[in-house]
Every structure is written in structure tokens, then in C-alpha cells.
């Protein structure tokens, strides 16, 4: 039986506790951490956890109370400080995305937890989609080719006042907008997919909607791979009906999430026809793939207890969490001063470290209005299916 903690006992907390509760013989909520810890004494109360409450982590870590795995829901600026801080102490930790708010921090992570031997895990819950997983099992079979061209859209709608929240609408708390809060998953998703960071990023930013904010509300980015294939990525809060979806453009087919496939075969004349037959083969392959057992978070929080109860890897390494920030990184990077930039980023690079981001990094606005609280309401996690 793990021992679980949860730092942060907002928004996101649910989801990582509704999981756990789905694993009553493998796991225990014993821990919750928050700076307003009424909020964690509601979520206490809410669940009936028989947790023990604490107003900070460090409180947590110093009162001897027996812990393998924490879940770290607090706002990206402090990730890094508190996931380094558990893992000092030998405990495991589930970072929500996005891992840190610069590769400066996600090093200092990554060498936490090789030297205290335990696992470090990002929040990438939409890996465990049915759609996603199926759609990387097909592009890694090459039935439709190699990949030539991708379209990566991450389109949410987040109304005014989303950026009064003390945390977001700063570069400085929130790390940046949808490119980094939002596209995360999309990004971590073309990564995996891919299995490379593009070899250089061209990327414009803008704030269109969100004048109580510093950062961007909408981003677009050409990445361009070391082979000469090219991928958009689209990163919004602006966009009514939001949707997110990955299309990729291969050789032989076009395949993607949500699920949908063409292909075309060359006539004689040099233009296209449906290569029905191959349409048919995938959506096959597609449709006799099987399902995961847990899909999203649930899938998410199975797959670290597995790999803690196995001493098995998870799904999501550091490292990749690291691959995400670091194209993250570079599409600020390009979109602030204007540049292609190349990959990788070096650690002397002005934007290896936060204190370049905040020095060099697009403010579009200044955030003139703080609330500790939203007003209630249901969030959204997004959909791929
Ligand atoms: N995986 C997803 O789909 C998804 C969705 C939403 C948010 N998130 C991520 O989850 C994280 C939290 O977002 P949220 O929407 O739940 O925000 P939130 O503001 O609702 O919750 C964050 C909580 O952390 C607490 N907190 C802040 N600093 C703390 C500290 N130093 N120690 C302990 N508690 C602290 C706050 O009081 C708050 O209760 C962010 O990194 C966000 O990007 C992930």
C-alpha cells in the first residue's frame, strides 16, 4: 500500500484524488498540503480522506508521517522548489505540466531525482487517451509512412477575469500562457510521437484578448525537424468550441486524433485518388488496437503506481517532461526576439534559465487585478477523442 500525498488542493487536486480513489487496495491519501489549508480541510472533508492537513510541504516533510508519492498540483512556479524538496526526502513525485517554468529548474529535477533514486513523473494525463496511444501505435508501425507534415492545434476559450487569479497572467507565476499551460499536452503529444525536438522553431506571440494579463493569449509556431518535415502549433485561449487535435500528414496517409484517415494514391496524370484500401487497412489496425484499461488521469495515476509497485519506469519520464518545456522554451524564445531559433537550447542560452525569460520574455500587459479565488465552477480538461 503507497502512501499518498496531494500539495495544492485546487482545481486539478480533483482529478489526481478521484484517481487514487479508483486504487483503494493499492494507494491511501494520508497527506494534504496547501498555503490556505481550509482549502485542503475541505477537500478532506469532501472525500471523507482521513488525511492529515498541513498549511505547508516542508510542515509535511518534517512531521515524520510515512510517504511514497506525492502529488504536486500546485502552480508551475513552484513545482520545481517543492518537487526537489520531496524527492531530498526520498519521496517519489507526479508533477502536474507543465514540470517547471525553465530547463534551469528541470536539470535541477532531473538531478534530484537521480540522486535520490526515485521516480519523477509529469502530469500528461492525455497520453492515456485511447486516441492519443492508438494514433502513436499507428505513426510507430509506419503503415502510413513517415511523418511530413503535422498539424498541432490546442484551441481553449478562457473568458477575462481567468487571468485574475493571483498565480496566472505573469510570466513570473504562470511561466506564460496557452503555449505553456495549455499546449503543454499537445506538445508533450507531438514529442512522443515524433521521439525528436524539431531542429528550429519560428514562432509569433500576440494577447488578443486578455488585457489584465502579461502574457500571451494565442501563439502560433512553425517547427521544422532535422529530416526537412515541418509541424504548426497552434496555442489559444481565444478560440469559441475550442477542440485540440493532431493531424499528421505522412508519405502514404493522413492520420489523426480525434480519429480520422485518408489516404491517396497517385493516378497517372500525377493527381490524387482515395487509396481506399489502405483507409480500410488502418482503420482496421485503429479499431483492433486495444483499449487502455484506464484511460486520462486515471490511466496517469495506475501507471506510477505501477511503476512504483514494480520499480518499473513510468510512462512519462523527467526527461520528456523536460523535451516539452524545452520547445516550450524555444517558442518564447523566437516569439519574444523575433528569431528562428535552433535546438537544442545550450545551458549559457538567455532563455536556459528564468531569470533570462523574465528579463527577455514579451510582457503584452500588466496584470492590474488579483483575486486568491475564482468563483466556483467545473474546469475542463480537454478532449481528443
Ligand atoms: N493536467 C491538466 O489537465 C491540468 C489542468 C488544470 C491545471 N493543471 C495544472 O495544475 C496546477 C495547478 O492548477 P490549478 O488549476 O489546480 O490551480 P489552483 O489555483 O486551482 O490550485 C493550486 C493550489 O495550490 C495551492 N498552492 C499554491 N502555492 C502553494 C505552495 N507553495 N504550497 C502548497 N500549495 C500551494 C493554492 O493555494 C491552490 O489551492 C498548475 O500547474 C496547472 O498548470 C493541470
Known amino acids: ?47 471523507n480522506l482521513g488525511a492529515e492537513v498541513f498549511d505547508s510541504h516542508e510542515a509535511m516533510l518534517e512531521s515524520g508521517l510515512k510517504i511514497d508519492l506525492v502529488s504536486n498540483c500546485t502552480p508551475p512556479y513552484v513545482h520545481a522548489s517543492i518537487a526537489i524538496n520531496c524527492m531530498n526526502k526520498g519521496l517519489n513525485v507526479l508533477v502536474e505540466k507543465p514540470m517547471a517554468t525553465c530547463l534551469e529548474e528541470c536539470d ?26 492508438k494514433l502513436k501505435a499507428i505513426s510507430d508501425s509506419k503503415v502510413a509512412g513517415k511523418i511530413r507534415c503535422a498539424h498541432v492545434e490546442s484551441l481553449w476559450w ?18 506564460g500562457g496557452p503555449t505553456l499551460n495549455h499546449a503543454v499536452h499537445q506538445i508533450d503529444m507531438i514529442n512522443w510521437i515524433q521521439g525528436e525536438l524539431p531542429a528550429e522553431v519560428t514562432a509569433v506571440l500576440t494577447n488578443v484578448m486578455h488585457d489584465n494579463s502579461e502574457v500571451e493569449d494565442l501563439s502560433f509556431a512553425i517547427l521544422k525537424y532535422a ?30 486524433a480525434p480519429f480520422s484517415v485518408a489516404a491517396e494514391k497517385t493516378k497517372p496524370n500525377g493527381f490524387g485518388e482515395p487509396n481506399t484500401e489502405l483507409e480500410e487497412k488502418i482503420r482496421k489496425q485503429y479499431n483492433t488496437l486495444p483499449d487502455n484499461k484506464y484511460e486520462g488521469f486515471a490511466g496517469e495515476i495506475d501507471n506510477v503506481l505501477t511503476a512504483l509497485e514494480n520499480g518499473t519506469r513510468p510512462l512519462i519520464t523527467g526527461i520528456e517532461g ?20 535552433s535546438l537544442p537550447l545550450a545551458k549559457d542560452d538567455e532563455f536556459y534559465k528564468f531569470e533570462g525569460i523574465l528579463k527577455n520574455a514579451t510582457r503584452f500587459y500588466e496584470k492590474a487585478k488579483s483575486v486568491e479565488e475564482l468563483g466556483k465552477g467545473e474546469i475542463t480538461h480537454g478532449s481528443m477523442k
Open 158 to 175: 478562457r473568458g477575462h477575469n481567468y487571468h485574475d487569479l493571483w498565480w496566472r497572467g505573469t510570466w513570473e507565476k504562470e511561466g
Open 1 to 47: 500500500m503507497l502512501n499518498v500525498a496531494i500539495i495544492g488542493c485546487g482545481n486539478i487536486s480533483t482529478a489526481h484524488i478521484d484517481s487514487y480513489l479508483k486504487f483503494p487496495e493499492r494507494c491511501k491519501i494520508v497527506a494534504l498540503v496547501d498555503i490556505f489549508p481550509e482549502k485542503a480541510q475541505a477537500k478532506n472533508a469532501q472525500y
Open 108 to 133: 535541477a529535477m532531473l538531478e534530484a531525482e537521480k540522486r535520490n533514486g526515485v521516480i519523477l513523473t509529469c502530469g500528461a494525463q492525455n497520453r492515456f487517451l485511447n486516441s492519443i496511444a
Open 322 to 341: 523536460r523535451m516539452t518545456v524545452e520547445l516550450i522554451t524555444a517558442i518564447y524564445k523566437s516569439g519574444s526576439l523575433k528569431q528562428t531559433v
Open 227 to 256: 529530416d526537412g518535415a515541418l509541424a504548426n502549433v497552434t496555442s489559444s485561449v481565444v478560440h469559441h468550441g475550442g477542440t485540440q487535435s493532431i493531424v499528421l500528414q505522412c508519405e502514404d496517409a493522413k492520420i489523426a
